[in-house]
């Protein structure tokens, strides 16, 4: 079983810059591809980013590249999206998700096993 805690989301200006955090439980985190995905009032489920777990390959949303960047440290189990430069449109509910044993991109939310429970990030115009 893998448990995953999502914080650091909140009120923003636009313009301004968050950074969530993902804390995992478990011994598999360094071996899971983890992603993020978001959830705006009324959309879809929304892909953003996903890192492999050696951290050597990454890939994003074309909404978000070049302003967020997804980054995990394996020691501190933990896996990091920072967003600069967010826009009102950014304003969603955040989860992160990992898929064990597998060192691939997946930007599919059926391809993961686990799922926090999200932290709300509100972007302000």
């Known amino acids: 079983q893998v448990q995953l805690v999502e914080s650091g989301g909140g009120l923003v200006q636009a313009g301004g810059s968050l950074r969530l955090s993902c804390a995992a439980s478990?011994?598999?985190?360094?071996?899971?591809?983890m992603g993020w995905f978001r959830q705006a009032p009324g959309n879809e489920l929304e892909f953003v980013a996903t890192?492999?777990?050696?951290?050597?390959?990454?890939y994003y949303a074309d909404s978000v590249k070049g302003r967020f960047t997804i980054s995990r440290d394996n020691a501190k189990n933990t896996v990091y999206l920072e967003m600069n430069s967010l826009k009102p449109e950014d304003t969603a509910v955040y989860y992160c998700?990992?898929?064990?044993?597998?060192?691939?991109?997946?930007?599919?939310?059926?391809?993961?096993?686990?799922w926090g429970q999200g932290t709300q990030v509100t972007v302000s115009s």
């Open positions: 998700a990992a898929r064990r044993f597998l060192e691939s991109v997946l930007t599919g939310a059926d391809q993961y096993d686990y």
């Open positions: 478990g011994r598999t985190f360094s071996t899971s591809t």
């Open positions: 890192i492999t777990w050696s951290g050597g390959n990454t």
